[in-house]
């Protein structure tokens, strides 16, 4: 048998938990000697077998004295709140405006806590949970801010209480603020510092790997050495990375190369670097529309043979729109910057820190080796310095760059630090 409460948690009978029923008064209705038990959901109030009774009728005061036993030992059931308009119990609803119901992270906000702004914070919070845990979706960064909240409002608690549990409940909630935020971070190949996400970047750091394999393929791989070539080099080669074959248009090469657009393309043909249709012509290529444009095919890039690099077609759309973003980088375009500059400033960007300063911080230092940069950008290693001017007139590079040391130093522009290669 097990107990019930009533109102007023008053107990009535249990006969699995002697601690409860020796609580139970003596008398009919309670378990003692002869006495019979009575439930709660029996016809007017109890069950089981009715009180004995004489053979020859009804038992003088029968009537009375299991009425009153069922008083004593059956409580009265709670009233049932009246909904409101909204659904929600009016008592409930009462309570709830004054707080007394109100939780956040199994903890009860107590309804006189102050200062107001702070109870009525805890309250919002713990809605503000309850409501995420509703998501269809999860959404990391929402729940990273709800953590945030609860780290502030938990540790401003613990200040007015003194209770330490609630300061160690804010230590953890930083805590998972700051891990939820690096798994959403993860998600997006954003990389974290201690303040949050920095930025948001162009590439993973995957990416960028893979990016810097690109440059390096073609610092070594150009077949022609003038930066205009090596500028084509590289927009085709991202272009034709995976199967050797890509798409390209009138609007792309003049983009890249202006008005060299068509002595260059006709170079690396005749050099055999890239072939065109058989019936199509540098000229025509040039002319081509983004709705019917020109095949190219880099022969070296093609699957039967060697290839330098490997990665998927979302990294290669990623890779080629990254140098597309740079090389038509709006003030680049109106510094008039040339194929030298713009290949600097894809240099500079892929080989930078997730803060923007160039180069790793290995054996050799800070800054970039000045004769594997002029090598990239088709110059010699004396003329870097004037081109890194430029990028700094055009905000691509901060300030304080320098060539002392054989070796280029610099920092990226706060603009730019999203296109940084995150080394």
């Known amino acids: 048998m097990n107990a019930g409460t009533g109102d007023g948690d008053e107990l009535f009978v249990d006969g699995s938990d002697r601690g409860r029923t020796d609580r139970v008064k003596a008398g009919r209705g309670a378990v003692t000697g002869g006495g019979t038990v ?31 036993a069922r008083a004593a030992s059956v409580p009265r059931a709670r009233p049932t709140p009246r909904p409101g308009p909204d659904g929600v119990a009016a008592k409930s609803r009462k309570a709830r405006k004054a707080g007394q119901w109100a939780k956040v992270a199994q903890r009860i906000v107590p309804d006189d806590l102050q200062p107001e ?32 909240r609860k780290a502030r ?29 690096e798994m959403d971070a993860n998600r997006h190949g954003v990389p974290v510092g201690e303040d949050g996400p920095l930025v948001e970047r162009l590439l993973t750091r995957g990416q960028g790997v893979h990016l810097r394999d690109v440059l390096g393929h073609v610092r070594v791989g150009s077949p022609l050495p003038e930066a205009e070539a090596r500028l084509a080099v590289l927009m085709l080669t991202l272009r034709a990375a995976r199967a050797g074959t890509g798409n390209v248009t009138g609007q792309d090469l003049g983009g890249w190369l202006q008005g060299d657009a068509e002595r260059v393309l006709q170079e690396l043909v005749d050099v055999g670097w890239l072939l065109l249709p058989e019936d199509v012509t540098a000229d025509d290529a040039l002319m081509s529309r983004p709705e019917e444009p020109a095949q190219i095919t880099v022969p070296t890039l093609i699957p039967t043979q060697p290839r330098p690099f490997f990665f998927g077609k979302v990294t290669r759309a990623r890779l080629s729109g990254w140098a597309q973003k740079v090389v038509g980088d709006r003030k680049l375009r109106k510094k008039k910057a040339g194929a030298a500059t713009r290949l600097l400033a894809v240099y500079t960007a892929a080989h930078s820190r997730p803060d923007g300063r160039l180069g790793g911080a290995g054996e050799d230092g800070d800054g970039l080796a000045l004769d594997t940069v002029a090598a990239f950008c088709g110059l010699r290693p004396e003329d870097v310095a004037e081109h890194a001017g430029l990028l700094v007139a055009a905000g691509w590079l901060a300030e304080e760059v320098d060539t002392a040391g054989e070796r280029l130093r610099g920092r990226l522009a706060e603009r730019v630090l999203p296109l940084s290669g995150l080394l």
Not at 119 to 143: C, I, K, M, N, S
Not at 154 to 168: H, I, K, N, Y
């Open 117 to 148: 702004v702070l109870r009525v914070e805890l309250t919002e919070l713990g809605d503000a949970f309850r409501a995420y845990q509703r998501r269809p979706e999860p959404d990391l960064a929402v729940l990273a801010e709800l953590h945030d």
């Open 153 to 181: 409002a938990f540790a401003r608690w613990a200040d007015v209480t003194g209770d330490t549990s609630l300061q160690e409940e804010a230590d953890r909630a930083a805590a998972a603020a700051q891990t939820t935020r």
């Open 38 to 68: 009575m439930f709660s959901d029996a016809p007017g109030g109890g069950s089981g077998p009715a009180p004995a009774v004489p053979a020859g009728g009804h038992r003088p005061g029968a009537a009375s004295d299991a009425a009153g």
